[in-house]
């Protein structure tokens, strides 16, 4: 009669047991499949990584897209001195990233060439017998973001991490070397040429705070040195 009686109570017992590992197991399946999936989507994150190509897309930029904007270009010779005489106007017309205190123009001009050198072309864009306000960079290698930026068709959000935003920069400075200074170069600038161009700057707000465009900032009357408004070129050509 005993026997009975335990093979009673054992029964309850392992049903439960049964019901808790079957839980368990359920549970198992879940994380299990949640862990899965996890680690599926940061493949495909990884392999979007892997698959982006910043010299691609920097060549779709230049041959697809950028010529759009080029028409609304702001005259060089205006901007300059509305940074001259007015810098918080000329920042409302520029093109900023975030808080930053640097902002970027699409430019667009004419002037003569005043001196030449291993960095560009100083320019005078407001008459032949003026000092340079300008240099426009014809050197073999560019740096900074004034392409990307003032063209404003490159969203940063649209990125996982700003390294790939920067490289499209270096990609696009490299497409400007190529295609735009060294078939510039080849046809032999000199100074007292005209030069037509449409570029891109970068300018910081205190960036004539202290010294305006075309105006010198040190040196000699012998040896003169001004402050010059850089541009990028995307068009450049003598007159």
């Known amino acids: 009669m005993g026997g009975a009686s335990d093979d009673e109570d054992v029964e309850p017992v392992k049903r439960k047991h049964a019901f808790y590992l079957f839980i368990l197991a359920a549970l198992l399946c879940i994380v299990g499949s949640s862990i899965e999936l996890r680690s599926l989507e940061a493949r495909r994150a990884e392999q979007r990584a892997e698959l982006f190509n910043p010299a691609q897309y920097a ?8 010529g759009d904007v080029l028409e609304t270009a702001l005259s060089a010779e205006q901007m300059i001195g509305l940074f001259n005489k007015d810098m918080e106007a000329a920042v409302s017309m520029g093109r900023t990233l975030g808080q930053s205190r640097v902002h970027a123009y699409l430019l667009e001009g004419k002037g003569w060439v005043v001196s030449i050198d291993n960095k560009g072309l100083r320019v005078s864009v407001t008459g032949p017998e003026s000092d340079p306000e300008v240099l426009i960079c014809a050197g073999s290698y560019i740096s900074g973001n004034a392409v990307r930026d003032a063209s404003g068709l490159i969203d940063v959000s649209a990125f996982s991490d700003t390294m790939k935003f920067n490289r499209i920069s270096s990609e696009i400075n490299k497409i400007v070397v190529q295609e735009v200074i060294k078939p510039f ?5 000199q100074v007292g040429m005209t030069v037509a161009f449409i570029g891109a700057a970068e300018v910081s707000e205190e960036a004539t705070q202290e010294v305006r465009f075309g105006e010198r900032c040190r040196g000699s009357e012998s040896d003169p040195s001004y402050h010059l408004l850089k541009i990028v070129p995307i068009q ?3 007159e």
């Open 185 to 189: 170069q080849e046809k032999g600038p």
């Open 236 to 238: 450049l050509r003598l």
């Open 59 to 66: 060549r779709d930029f230049w041959d697809q897209r950028l």
